[in-house]
């Protein structure tokens, strides 16, 4: 590749010039709405900026002041436990239930279409809806409706978001019925690359439905799969809508989120320089994780 | 015989899997029927229902009532015009600038590609709250607030939406652009006439994601928004609860209206997103 | 090269962001002196408005306000006020977070309102930071005097008006009469007779043997609102939220009365008095309960469903004074308004607001306590042997106790409201309070929220 280049000098002049054409628009747009505000919340994360300072008090720099906080204050470092415990739920769910779901619809039977529809469905319910229907359904009333449909299989009662070990949780599952459905098409669509005679060689070496997925389906979706786990991963880390809705981080800070924790830093307690710090934290840490795991697999 | 046999149990096989596909479709859409069906019960039933079956069921008192106070009182249809003219301008930008950048990663050479790339991947880890206060300032500095523009622009540039636009273009035959080439094509046309309609699946999936997103954006309209003028629909179900009461009945008839119209697109353009999905096309 | 490029882009983003960042400290400045001169010239706007009457005459007031139940008839009420002084008034609505983010931007943008009715615990943090006039050079006597003493304290912040109001709100128990009266429960007659604690907590038992499963709700399905509702209990225990004197909460909101309080909040759900489960709104209209711990906005629906059954009880002494909590929504005019000239539009509107028509007009709708005693005279309800007669008593007496009105409100609400939620989940209320105490001072020291 790089020798063809070479020979075709002008030709590739001709695609840089194309390339940085077709690039400034969205650079430009990202340096202006993204990457400025961003290295905004970098400068401001070592002052102790207020969102409105009481008349009389000036912004000034406090060094580090902010990033100690973070580690020193208990609801902060929960809030990154929390979001990266969520992550872990929701992420290898999203992938497995995502991927089973998948390979369940792509079969050559009339109709399946329409559930692929209906599988979708949740996608289009905004978050906003989607939280307060489940908070209909995550009702702790021993008379409410996931309560009632398990006291008929004989299930004790659950009090839901109210319960420090299940309120998390929750909210991964509720994020899971909105989402699956998306992965579900992605995944789907990665599938249509496989193809089938891979499933005939496979289909007369006698292997079963189970070695097929395995063997084939999972290798087979390899980059799809990385998309899917790659975004679901960012997604999920910045969870901010549910809690922001319906738990308001409780019951005992169990569901306070990274995100939630920066946005009651800066528009509850009008603290943007600790807001900005926050928010700069999480983003070295996950570059950081991304950096070890994509290193780890180029080790494999 | 032995066809009878596995022709009985082919039929059982498939009725199973229907079972499957229902029991499966039951719990995608069983919460989105509870939403319909108490969008039509005044609140007190919601409650009453809420412990059986008849949560799921249009029965009892049933009345428009509540759509009717959404419609009059919340003025749904203002804040509707709202959301449908930012959703529009968003959607549009979205999908072409990302493609753009996104096509130009995938299929171009270039200098400074690989830097592009894992800052776009950097830059998708930053969560827009976190940034939010200083975009108002930027956006405020560029004269932009209370606008439809300052409401819709400052996210279409979508790191995650570039990535998919790259990975998507990356694995396009470049066969296509080389032949193009010889036949004297720039690459604008290229672009525009080749590669697009190529990627139908792909604009969709994009074009979705970037209408849920901006149909549901909740936060950074409460700052952009400085009078009634542009108020978008989530800030007015937000102004539905309040501290002293929530009438559920019209928080769910206002989100049936909110979520019906997402429901309607997407069932115009299903065929393009699922079945132009599936069907292999460009694949190769 | 790269590189090159690379460290120029990044050295030019520090530097515009730090010129951001310098530009907005001197914007903090300019506001500073700005409100410098606009206190100067306050008496001296306030005297030309009163030197050319009706000098307002078509001027344009923008009003934010904080929505809730009372948005149509505000809407009708700025209506006639147009008509009524022939200005124009731009009433624009919007929830609580809401109108909380535009204010706080509102410096940034420029936009500021000229008016805005809110909740009377946003308002010190806006005053804080020069956003909000100063009212005591326009507000009369005759105003000050027919008002209630619960409302005055609500308007003075600083030893200064800076608000008016039409309503206070009213917060007892409510009650379902024949269920006391099934259960042998003494009905007191005024707030002057209330239970004692020994009383109240035999009251509790005897609804429970009479047959009510669930004596007591507290408004467990919203947390938040407790925070309001479980203010007079605190106090009656002899503890606070904050400390008046200092603004800070440590020693005061986890003093020892204040987690007796708390300890009494959890005892209700751990004798099996109130119902932790029950997140829904209608439990006391259902029946299910004998007392509600609930404000004055209920008034309307629990008499729809219990009739000439529904009765105010007082709430009861735990051991220092009976206590009823008051403070609701309140007007102010921003500094935006002095500056650009328009106080005199604004404040004629906000007179013209505190009459006894409008007060009147709103109170039919959100079942509030008026704010002046004259309107109440003229409302049977909260005349001698009316249903709401007790809100009335409890105000004009001067039992009612203010949340704590500081610039720390929504950290303070923010913390309470988990606190209250945990407690009711189980939690120590001790702990809990302990902790929130902690946190809300280090934020409160750390933005010059304290009272020096």
């Known amino acids: 590749m790089a020798n063809s280049s070479k020979k075709k000098s002008g030709l590739q002049r001709g695609e840089s010039k194309a390339a940085f054409l077709f690039c400034t628009p969205a650079v430009v747009l990202a340096l202006v709405f993204i990457i400025l505000p961003f290295a905004m919340s970098v400068v401001y994360s070592f002052t102790n900026k207020q969102l409105i300072p009481k008349v009389g008090i000036e912004t000034a720099f406090v060094g580090l002041k902010n990033y100690i906080e973070i580690f020193t204050s208990k609801v902060t470092v929960l809030s990154f436990k929390n979001t990266f415990l969520y992550a872990l739920i929701v992420v290898p769910s999203v992938l497995v239930i995502g991927t089973v779901l998948a390979v369940f619809v792509n079969q050559k039977i009339k109709g399946v279409q329409v559930f692929r529809l209906i599988y979708f469905s949740p996608q289009v319910v905004t978050m906003t809806v989607v939280a307060v229907i489940w908070a209909f359904i995550f009702s ?13 299989l004989h299930i004790a009662p659950q009090k839901w978001l109210q319960d420090q070990h299940l309120a998390l949780p929750c909210l991964a599952i509720m994020y899971i019925w909105q989402n699956l459905g998306m992965q ?68 005992s800070n169990a569901t306070t989120t990274v995100v939630f924790q920066l946005y009651k830093a800066g528009f509850v307690n009008g603290q943007v320089g600790y807001s900005s710090a926050i928010a700069v934290t999480f983003f070295m840490l996950v570059m950081v994780i991304s950096i070890l795991q994509n290193k780890f697999a180029k080790e494999d | 015989m032995r066809t009878a046999m596995s022709k009985r149990k082919k039929i059982i ?60 009182k919340a003025d749904f249809f203002k804040f509707f ?123 969709t999936t994009v074009a979705i994601m970037a209408f849920i997103r901006s149909w549901s954006d909740l936060l950074w309209p409460t700052l952009v928004t400085r009078d009634g003028t542009y108020r978008t629909l989530p800030l007015a179900l937000k102004s539905l609860f309040s501290d002293t009461y929530t009438d559920w009945g019209q928080v769910f008839a206002f989100s049936t209206l909110m979520v019906i119209p997402t429901m309607i697109l997407f069932l115009v353009f299903q065929k393009q997103f699922v079945a132009s999905v599936t069907s292999s096309g460009i694949k190769g | 090269m790269k590189k090159k490029i690379f460290a120029g882009l990044l050295s030019a983003m520090m530097v515009v962001s730090l010129a951001a960042c310098g530009s907005s400290e001197t914007g903090a400045t300019a506001t500073e002196s700005k409100s410098e001169t606009t206190a100067n010239t306050a008496d001296g706007t306030a005297a030309a408005a009163t030197d050319a009457q009706g000098g307002y005459e078509g001027k344009e007031v923008k009003v934010w306000i904080s ?67 100063n009212l005591d050079d326009y507000v009369t006597d005759e105003l000050m005097d027919d008002y209630l003493p619960s409302v005055v304290s609500e308007c003075t912040y600083n030893d200064h008006i800076i608000s008016v109001a039409q309503f206070d709100s009213g917060l007892a128990f409510w009650a379902n009469k024949s269920m006391l009266e099934n259960a042998g429960v003494r009905i007191p007659a005024d707030y002057k007779d209330a239970w004692d604690k020994a009383e109240f907590e035999d009251a509790l038992k005897k609804l429970k043997d009479s047959g009510v499963e669930w004596p007591i709700y507290v408004r467990q399905n919203k947390p938040s609102t407790e925070y309001y509702t479980w203010m007079p209990f605190v106090a009656s225990f002899g503890g606070d939220y904050m400390n008046r004197e200092t603004g800070l909460c ?39 309960n004998a007392l509600a711990l609930y404000g004055h906005s209920k008034y309307q629906d629990y008499k729809a469903a219990l009739g000439d059954d529904l009765i105010l009880v007082p709430l009861p002494d735990m051991g220092h004074g009976v206590y009823t909590c008051s403070g609701s929504t309140v007007m102010i005019m921003t500094t935006g308004a002095q500056e650009s000239g328009k106080d005199d539009a604004v404040w004629a509107m906000l007179q013209e607001a505190t009459n006894p028509d409008y007060i009147k007009m709103v109170v039919d709708v959100n079942g509030a306590v008026p704010a002046r005693s004259s309107v109440m005279d003229a409302i049977p309800d909260y005349c001698e042997g009316g249903t709401l007669y007790l809100y009335r008593q409890q105000l004009e007496s001067g039992i009612s106790f203010l949340r704590p009105y500081t610039p720390a409100h929504m950290t303070i609400y923010d913390a309470m409201a988990s606190v209250i939620g945990n407690i009711y989940a189980g939690a120590d209320p001790a702990t809990e309070l302990h902790d929130a105490a902690a946190n809300i001072d280090e934020i409160i020291t750390e933005n010059g929220w304290n009272f020096q």
């Not at chain 1, 309560?147 to 008929?152: E, H, T, V």
């Open chain 3, 67 to 133: 929505s809730g139940a009372e948005d149509d008839i505000y809407r009708e009420m700025f209506d006639k006020i147009e008509g009524d002084l022939n200005i124009t008034i731009t009433d624009e609505y919007y929830s609580k977070d809401e109108l909380d983010n535009k204010m706080q931007t509102s410096s940034i943008a420029g936009d500021m309102p000229d008016a805005v009715v809110a909740d009377y615990l946003l308002i010190p943090k806006y005053y804080e930071a020069g956003l909000v006039a």
């Open chain 1, 184 to 251: 579900m098409l992605i995944i789907l669509s990665g599938l249509q690359y496989i193809s089938e005679e891979l499933y005939e060689a496979a289909e007369i070496d006698g292997c079963t439905t189970f070695e097929k997925f395995i063997y084939i389906t999972v290798p087979g979706l390899k980059n799809t799969l990385v998309y899917v786990l790659v975004s679901v991963i960012i997604n999920s880390l910045k969870v901010f809508t549910q809690v922001y809705v319906l738990t308001n981080g409780g019951p």
């Open chain 2, 81 to 203: 015009k709202n959301s449908v003219v930012v959703t529009i301008i968003f959607v549009l930008l979205a999908t072409t600038i990302n493609a753009m950048i996104g096509y130009a990663l995938g299929m171009l050479n270039f200098r400074g590609k690989a830097i592009i790339i894992s800052t776009i991947v950097a830059l998708s880890i930053i969560p827009t709250e976190s940034i939010i206060i200083n975009r108002f300032m930027t956006v405020n500095s560029l004269g932009m607030l209370n606008t439809y523009i300052g409401l819709a622009i400052p996210s279409v540039a979508y790191p995650m939406y570039m990535y998919l636009y790259y990975n998507h273009f990356k694995g396009m035959p470049k066969e296509l652009q080389e032949a193009a080439i010889i036949d004297g094509a720039s690459y604008w046309k290229i672009f525009t006439k080749i590669m697009m309609p190529l990627s139908k699946p792909i604009i």
């Open chain 3, 250 to 288: 440590t020693g005061t909101l986890d003093g020892d009365n204040t987690i007796a309080s708390f300890d009494f909040l959890a005892k209700l759900f751990t004798d099996g008095y109130a119902d932790a489960t029950c997140d829904y709104e209608d439990s006391f209209q259902k029946g299910e």
């Open chain 1, 140 to 152: 702790s009333n021993s008379s409410g409706l996931l309560n009632s449909f398990l006291g008929l």
């Open chain 2, 13 to 72: 096989i498939k009725l199973c899997m229907y079972l499957g596909y229902l029991l499966i479709a039951a719990i995608f859409i069983g919460p989105i029927v509870f939403l319909f069906v108490s969008s039509l019960k005044p609140y007190v039933q919601i409650e009453s229902d809420m412990s059986n079956i008849r949560a799921f069921i249009p029965y009892g008192d049933l009345s428009l009532d509540n759509y009717i106070n959404v419609i009059v």
